[in-house]
């Protein structure tokens, strides 16, 4: 019996032998993982793998093996090491397969991309054939300048991208980006986000569909629907180029910027925020909601500093401030507004909380350039070029400028325009000027000519016309009893008033060397009797629809319609328009602080009492000013229209031709100068 338990202790001591040594000579084989929503196949590395290609196990604090549990896995715990080329991970534990060269990491996963970018997770399972990291629950990636955040993300080692598909963020020192695939290479911190992207920092807020994005130069393209708010406006766009830290961009595809009251829509548009400018080409469109206007043209700026809009290239407006639109077109188009100095809002100067109306604090200015025509329900006109000053209410048309309103033309070298309470109030005409009325169907013609002309206007109907220097005019007559026209008068004078009711002549008034003839119907045939040496009827120049503004220059249907070449708009520049524009304003502006700085540097040099004694009339009194003063005033007042003394003295008065000031007529001034005591 000793000799059998020695040969069974031998036999047991050498099973044992056998099994440690093929425990240490074994290779970890994969068990794939099911636990989580990632399913990896398993593989088998191909004989004669490159040294240096393999999973290195750096450390562990305890290692076991089961191959009836786990064939080819080694199982380690405690402080794991793993180790790839110059990719390090460390974990809580892990599961190790070297003949399929993969590994599951678990718990505080710490993966190391070449010491500069950082992955953080619960669970790794790792590729060391394709250098493909999966990483699950609570991820964090982080290099130098960024943080990326999501719960499931995937990284190649050969490409340096990562990439996560169930939602995440990334964040720079400025910005939050979110979405609900996101991928970015830590080398180039350059970023793609796709579905529901959204960008926030303290200034700016982007939601869009489709984004690329660099983090460290902050300049982002994107596609698909985007809204783009900042400090400065919003944009909405369906393609771009757009830098998130300086607030600029390239704006493609119609896009749209509104900044304050104003809104830019163009086929392209270049945007600078903080500049507060915008430059759109190609069918562009602004639009103002406090000035009440609309901008069109192939081309346009607007510099919101400056309160200055720039249009070009078939270029028209439409104000619609009042009942009825007028539109505008020019070969260009400027909208200029200027502070007015010292103006204040009526808030400022009065506590009337029921006080609607408020004081423009804005001068604006509206100029045409070349081929002007005009629209309105009630006024029709064409002209070289336009000007309109809103503090004056004055429109200004030069070059030769035609209105027309129903069947009356209205024409000469130049004309204005003056406005009250938004409506017109009268009209002059400079130089050739001269009126038309087509009168019925027929072939007759009212005419007026002189060297000037002025027409009051009520309700949008000439009340009264005033024409001046070597006047002419032509008139027909009609039979009262057949109510037909039976001749004409033609007469000449120096100046003449003409009165009308209801847009025909009640009352005509020839002053000065006055010539006239009369001509039955049958001898006013000819040109040289109905026509007067100025004539002309325009018809074929009017406008007489809108559409004959805002289409001018196309054939086609606004909806077939397509903006010239990029290259043909390179040309125009509304920057430099700006500076020419507002370069006379400027001007004025040095010359008079300029004249400002010599007033000053003349009363400065005078002593305290120089001084008043200078500018005593605009200084307050002081108490000991009257004790020397003489007994004359410093301005006199005696023009000052003083009230009546008595009611007989009110009932008495009359008008001062001269100044308009109601005077007694029985005065004791008026009885001296007359005579009387």
Not at 529 to 549: G, Q, Y
Request: charged share 25%.
């Amino acid at each position: 019996m000793p000799s059998s338990n020695r040969r069974l202790s031998l036999s047991v001591a050498l099973a044992l032998l056998v099994m440690g040594g093929s425990y240490l000579t074994s290779r970890a084989s994969y068990r794939g993982y099911t636990g989580g929503t990632v399913a990896t196949p398993q593989t088998q590395t191909k004989p004669g793998a490159k040294p240096g290609t393999r999973i290195i196990l750096d450390h562990a604090d305890l290692l076991s093996y089961d191959a009836s549990l786990q064939p080819g896995v080694q199982r380690l715990k405690g402080s794991v090491v793993l180790k790839h080329g110059n990719a390090t991970m460390t974990c809580d534990s892990a599961y190790l397969n070297e003949d399929a060269q993969v590994f599951e990491a678990f718990g505080d996963v710490h993966m190391v991309q070449g010491d500069t970018v950082h992955m953080y997770a619960r669970y790794l399972y790792y590729d060391g054939v394709s250098k493909l990291a999966r990483l699950r629950h609570n991820v964090h990636l982080a290099n130098k300048t960024t943080d990326l955040y999501t719960d499931s993300l995937d990284y190649d080692r050969i490409a340096d991208i990562a990439y996560y598909f169930e939602g995440g963020s990334i964040s720079d020192a400025q910005n939050t980006l979110t979405s609900d695939y996101g991928q970015f290479l830590p080398a180039t911190n350059d970023a793609e986000f796709r579905y529901n992207v959204k960008l926030v920092n303290d200034k700016t807020t982007m939601t869009t569909e489709h984004l690329f994005y660099n983090t460290h130069t902050r300049i982002s393209s994107y596609e698909g629907s985007t809204l783009i708010k900042s400090d400065s406006g919003q944009i909405v766009s369906q393609r771009g180029i757009y830098d998130v830290g300086r607030d600029v961009g390239i704006l493609l595809d119609r896009s749209e910027v509104y900044s304050g009251a104003r809104t830019l829509i163009g086929d392209s548009i270049y945007y600078d925020g903080p500049s507060k400018f915008g430059e759109a080409f190609g069918r562009m469109q602004l639009s103002d909601t406090v000035q009440k206007a609309i901008l069109y043209g192939d081309y346009g700026y607007f510099d919101d500093k400056r309160n200055y809009a720039f249009a070009t290239s078939r270029a028209h407006a439409e104000e619609y401030s009042q009942k009825d639109t007028l539109y505008v077109t020019a070969d260009t188009l400027e909208l200029i507004s200027l502070p007015i100095k010292g103006r204040r809002p009526v808030d400022s100067l009065s506590t009337d909380s029921t006080a609607t109306s408020k004081l423009d604090t804005m001068q604006r200015y509206l100029r045409g350039y070349r081929h002007v025509r005009v629209f309105r329900r009630d006024a029709q006109a064409v002209a070289d070029s336009l000007s309109y000053v809103s503090m004056d209410s004055t429109l200004s048309l030069y070059g030769k400028p035609i209105l027309w309103s129903e069947e009356r033309q209205l024409s000469g070298d130049t004309t204005h325009f003056y406005f009250r309470g938004k409506k017109l109030d009268y009209v002059d005409v400079l130089g050739s000027a001269l009126t038309v009325e087509h009168i019925d169907s027929v072939d007759f013609y009212n005419q007026m000519s002189g060297d000037s002309l002025r027409a009051y206007i009520q309700d949008s109907t000439v009340r009264e016309i005033i024409v001046r220097g070597k006047v002419e005019s032509i008139y027909y007559m009609k039979d009262e009893g057949t109510n037909e026209y039976n001749g004409l008068n033609r007469m000449s004078s120096s100046t003449m008033h003409v009165y009308l009711d209801s847009g025909r002549v009640s009352k005509s008034i020839w002053l000065g060397p006055v010539e006239g003839k009369a001509y039955p119907l049958a001898m006013a045939s000819g040109a040289e009797v109905n026509r007067l040496e100025r004539f002309v009827w325009a018809a074929d120049r009017r406008p007489m629809r809108k559409e004959d503004i805002t289409t001018v220059g196309d054939s086609l249907p606004p909806s077939e319609q397509r903006s010239i070449p990029l290259s043909d708009l390179k040309r125009f520049s509304g920057a430099k328009a700006a500076m020419v524009a507002y370069e006379p304003f400027e001007r004025k502006a040095r010359e008079e602080a300029q004249r400002t700085d010599s007033l000053m540097a003349t009363y400065r040099g005078l002593d305290p009492a120089a001084y008043r004694e200078t500018y005593r009339c605009v200084l307050r009194p002081l108490p000991t000013d009257g004790e020397h003063d003489s007994p004359h005033t410093l301005i006199d007042t005696s023009w000052v229209y003083r009230a009546f003394s008595s009611r007989e003295d009110q009932d008495s008065s009359s008008t001062s031709s001269s100044t308009g000031i109601l005077k007694g007529k029985n005065s004791p001034s008026e009885s001296n100068a007359l005579g009387g005591k």
